[in-house]
């Protein structure tokens, strides 16, 4: 277990590393061939998992989609900018990668109309073929895998979009799903007593959880104070209060730890300990991913309600 710890939290600062390197020199592209490997690594090992219990699961369907989704919001998209976003976005207009005419600007606006796009197209993928007795099963995971992996990522790629503050946005989900993780381990094992979930995580404690979420609002508030310190380049505008921070630090720390539990509850399904064998000792893509999964739309929806 101290391999897996001490490799988690080497990947928080592996992350930050292309986060930064990214924001410093102004390319992108690092993290959105990282955000396609996660995305293709995760439905080849869940596409595995599932093929253990019978399942259908269309995963080069889905590996399309993930690269279609992600390459729109990488190429075309234009960043959130409703409720806060539209003040976050302090530096302007957002330098796209690809020229689109005066009159095709509407299209950099789909985001989030993807979800509906899949609803629809995935069960007519589904009718195509000849046997029909798993059409509902086959539906309803594909439908789950693109919600839990593929739209997740793809709206952190989107957060990375957003003029001046995008970069913050991310640093904070990092700050806050990693430290929450850290401290539900650390506490977990010191004072852990009762069990949260015992037939999904046998190691997982109430007492872990909880101090994961404190630690996961520590995280948020480091995230904000540092932004509203740095040039007035991050959150200031909308994200002023440390305890602001610490809202949505404990908001990110809830997601984290749900998706987490998910995760967990697909490999118990499928009878396996790892989702892979990326790592040794520590497991594969989806043990790496886990609880950033549903950070992502949190942030988004938390903002946009501000």
């Not at 509407?106 to 995935?122: K, M, Q």
């Not at 999904?200 to 904000?224: M, N, W």
């Amino acid at each position: 277990m101290g391999k897996r710890f001490f490799f988690g939290f080497s990947m928080f600062f592996a992350l930050v590393g292309l986060l930064a390197a990214d924001h410093l020199l102004g390319f992108t592209w690092g993290l959105f061939l990282l955000c396609c490997g996660m995305c293709l690594g995760g439905i080849y090992e869940l596409g595995r998992m599932f093929k253990f219990r019978g399942l259908p699961l269309d995963v080069g369907l889905l590996a399309l989609s993930a690269l279609a989704l992600l390459g729109y919001v990488q190429l075309l998209a234009n960043p959130p900018s409703f409720g806060a976003f539209a003040r976050l976005a302090w530096g302007g207009v957002y330098q796209h990668h690809v020229w689109m005419p005066p009159g095709m600007q509407g299209l950099r606006d789909l985001t989030l109309l993807a979800p509906l796009l899949v609803a629809v197209i995935f069960p007519l993928v589904g009718l195509t073929r000849k046997d029909v007795s798993n059409l509902s099963p086959r539906i309803t995971n594909n439908l789950g895998v693109f919600l839990y992996v593929i739209f997740p990522i793809a709206v952190i790629l989107w957060l990375r979009k957003v003029p001046g503050s995008g970069p913050w946005l991310l640093y904070l989900l990092l700050a806050a799903s990693r430290l929450g993780d850290v401290g539900a381990y650390l506490l977990g094992k010191a004072v852990g007593r009762h069990k949260l979930i015992p037939h999904l995580s046998a190691g997982k404690t109430i007492e872990g959880a909880i101090a994961g979420l404190a630690f996961s609002a520590i995280g948020g508030v480091i995230a904000v104070l540092w932004a509203n310190n740095a040039g007035g380049l991050g959150l200031k505008p909308v994200l002023v209060e440390w305890w602001h921070g610490a809202l949505l630090g404990g908001f990110v720390g809830i997601a984290a730890q749900s998706g987490d539990l998910v995760e967990s509850g697909f490999k118990r399904a499928a009878g396996i300990k790892d989702s892979g064998q990326l790592v040794p000792s520590f497991g594969g893509v989806m043990d790496i991913m886990d609880n950033f999964m549903l950070t992502g739309p949190l942030i988004l929806i938390v903002l946009a309600l501000l």
